[in-house]
């Protein structure tokens, strides 16, 4: 296992058994519960800073692990959803883990449920902030603002074309312009959401965290794109753990008929929800509450 420095941020690369690399970076109390941090979209473990203070306060260890093709992650053409979970397998052993719990925000949900698929009784508590739902045959995308329509219904109906675009075109935009990147990401916001995005610290992090996310170029988060578009390659009801689900009334970005439909259909699910939050203000301002609600 080696050391980066990527962003005056510390990270650590584990190599995978084809030669890929792995890169983490750990937040919050070094010796706490181990939870490890699944990322949104687009995005990459740097993401996991809004939450650092509220980890150390808690006593957990977040580790933040970048997706194949995003920052420091090397891109795997033949990546898939379930395939994830073997490369957080290998992370798990390196490090000698013991039941980490699993926390997942947003595009992240349906890498930490094949995690879960996966991996089972290894894994430590489950918990969701405002996560996608499976866009595939779910009617799920009809509820999204119309950019997310757009992106997503391109890659399910031309996702060779949806391919081209996002890494040839768009990918390099957002590469650019990160500020460009959160709008888009951020736009229809709810108040709560206008609000912390407007703190000078939350968006330096997310900045930050999409800035690395195109780090090696496009084709990871173009590859994202297109499997969060598609099937998740298993049943939701095959998911045997429990699974807390958090969800803000007012997000705009993944609407809570996303939790409810995840609800319905994992086999043990607890779904909560927030008035008055949204996509990014639920998991700032409650970070410290979810926390503590998923290791306790």
Known sequence: MTSIDANQKEADIVQ???GRELCFSSYGANNGKPVLYQHGFPASRLEAEIV????????????????PGHGGSSYDPRA???SW???MQVLIRTLNLQAPAVLAVSG????????VFRLGESLGPVGIIGGLGPLCASGLLADMHRPARMLFGLCQRAPGLANQLLSRLVGPLMARNPELALRMVASNGCEADREVLAC????????AALAEAFRSGASGPARGAILLAGSWGFPLSAVQKR???WYATEDATVPLPHGTYLQQQLPVAVL??????GHFSLPIRHAERLLTDLVS
């Open 16 to 18: 995978l058994h084809d």
């Open 52 to 67: 650092a203070a509220a980890a150390g306060r808690v006593g957990v260890r977040l580790i933040a692990v970048d997706r």
């Open 80 to 82: 898939s959803i379930l």
């Open 85 to 87: 979970a073997d490369d």
């Open 108 to 115: 992240g949900c349906p890498y930490a449920l094949a995690m």
């Open 200 to 207: 000078p610290e939350v968006r330096s992090v997310l900045l």
């Open 243 to 245: 699974v807390k689900l």
């Open 272 to 277: 909560e929800t927030f008035a008055e939050e």
